[in-house]
């Protein structure tokens, strides 16, 4: 059933809150089992895995979504069914040459490349996943396209479900055999999760049965030339972006483990620092993100068909929306991060000593709030060559920082903390410049500051009362009453500076 753009933004919130809460308790888990070392083990070989799903994806999602969305107002199923059989034949022969790939290679690229051979085991056990995640988002963009999110939203719960289900089951089924056996562990149950997802969405496009593509699948592909040109016109310019962001990714943790050891840090210790970075604190920065991730989603399609029909009235009030949204949610998160850092990751890993890593990227984790709504508006005004070379330029200049911040023995991993950092502002700004100049968009200054005044009232309040009042007590206690609080008290003050109304909200809950 078709969605309006913020009913289908809210269903995607909803699910993405509570993928993000099961996602930080699976993270949890695993690092209580595996500790900083092997969940090091696990995101080195993470990058490596983006990658390869790049590749098999090739952008088509986007393309899928967009095309299937001009198709639904056009009314020609006969166009939806040449995109989907078309998608499936070009990510199913591309997961399967990779899946292969990778499974080659992963010994040699293991032991010279990530310099710690244990990375293999964690690496053959994700490969499975390739040709699952391949046909998963083919028809995660046929539903994004006709603007019904919520096989989307549940699909991403179930998977979360499945895999804080297993994880604990099998890294300590297998831990007894080493560390590296139990980050495969936990990989498998990532797989596990993709599967039942997959499972799930076919389910949900048999039983509404708006296409028989099995009937006339010979038929589509003869005449599938205009259809894979089509895509890949819109496929080859979106994936850019994506594609560079991961060969930056897959180069990340290879940058890192080498320069730590230009700096003279041992590898179990570079291992276990990269994974306090990438496995701990980046993936809590991230966490606001599952709200504008929501909104690129549903943006894309909606951007299309407004300019499809000109209407840049339209993509302007989107924008700001979504802009609006996730400086609502960036900038208290960001800033409650920033002050509560030793105690959310005490609570969290029992690791307080990373809490400088949360001071470093806070204060620049906002840009990365507003970085995927850029990028949709960006996708939809065909503009994705131009994303692509903003991400380019911040991923060269995010490489050459890694290396030369990291490999100073003053800095180590601190180093590369900074070039996350720079990545993130850098890329943002140049999204927001070509946007702006695109469809007249002006970034609200004065609202900017009401809400950084607003989140700063109400976290610098709450620590107040929590040293005072809260101070005998749990790490525990502080950081629940530290996050209730502070979100009420940011609750009640946007209501009181007039940045939120009543009627507004009301029309954001969803006819589920």
């Known amino acids: 059933m078709k969605q309006t753009f913020i009913q289908g933004t809210i269903i995607l919130i909803i699910a993405g809150l509570v993928t993000r809460i099961l996602g930080f308790l699976n993270r949890i888990i695993t690092a209580k089992i595996l500790g900083a070392e092997g969940v090091g083990l696990y995101m080195m070989a993470f990058p490596s895995l983006l990658l390869i799903i790049t590749l098999t994806q090739l952008g088509l999602p986007v393309a899928i979504s967009k095309l299937i969305a001009e198709a639904e107002i056009q009314n020609d199923t006969r166009k939806m069914k040449k995109v989907l059989v078309v998608s499936l034949c070009v990510t199913g022969t591309l997961s399967v040459l990779f899946t292969i790939a990778l499974l080659t290679a992963a010994p040699f690229f293991a032991k010279y490349f990530l310099t710690d051979d244990r990375a293999l085991y964690p690496l053959i056990a994700i490969t499975p996943i390739i040709p699952i995640v391949a046909v998963s988002a083919v028809l995660r963009g046929y539903f994004q396209g006709r603007q019904n999110m919520k096989p989307t939203a549940i699909s991403q719960v179930l ?31 990532v797989v596990a999760g993709e599967l039942v997802s997959l499972l799930y969405m076919m389910k949900c496009f048999k039983s509404n049965k708006p296409l028989k593509v099995r009937n006339q699948f010979l038929e589509a592909v003869k005449e599938s030339k205009t259809t894979f040109q089509n895509l890949m016109a819109i496929a080859l310019p979106a994936t850019g972006s994506r594609m560079i962001g991961s060969i930056s990714l897959f180069f990340e943790p290879i940058i890192i483990a080498q320069s730590l050891a230009l700096a003279g840090v041992a590898t179990a210790a570079a291992t276990a ?15 606001p993100t599952f709200i504008t991730y929501s909104f690129s989603v549903t943006l894309v399609p909606a951007v299309s068909e407004a300019a499809a029909n000109k209407n840049y ?46 001071k470093i990227l806070a204060p620049f984790s906002i840009f990365l709030y507003l970085q995927g709504p850029l990028q949709a508006v960006l996708q939809g005004l065909n503009l994705a060559r131009s994303a692509m070379i903003n991400t380019f330029v911040g991923a060269v200049i995010k490489m050459a920082a890694l290396f030369v911040l990291t ?66 007590q749990t790490a525990f206690i502080q950081t629940a009453a530290a996050g209730s609080l502070s979100a009420g008290l940011y609750f009640i003050l946007l209501i009181s500076a007039g940045i939120i109304k009543w009627n507004q909200l009301k029309k954001l809950v969803p006819k589920l």
């Open 313 to 358: 009235a339209v993509i302007q009030n989107r924008l700001r929306q979504t802009l609006r949204t996730a400086l609502l949610a960036g900038v208290f998160s960001s800033l409650f991060l920033y002050v509560f850092a030793e105690l959310v990751m005490t609570v969290m890993y029992d690791a307080p000593h990373t809490a400088y890593y949360i």
């Open 159 to 189: 998977e979360q479900t499945v895999r804080i289900s297993l994880v604990a089951v099998c890294t300590k089924a297998l831990l007894p055999y080493g560390l590296e056996y139990a980050a495969a562990g936990a990989m498998l149950s």
């Open 273 to 287: 620092q990269y994974g306090e970075l990438s496995g701990f604190v980046i993936p809590l920065l991230f966490l």
């Open 407 to 472: 490999s100073q023995p003053e800095l180590g991993i601190k180093g590369a903390a900074l070039a996350v950092a720079i990545n993130m502002m850098l890329v943002t700004l140049l999204h927001l410049y070509v946007v702006s100049k695109t469809v007249g968009f002006i970034f609200e200054a004065g609202y900017c500051f009401l809400v950084i005044l607003t989140a700063l009232s109400s976290v610098i309040g709450t620590q107040i009362i929590v040293n005072h009042f809260l101070e005998e």
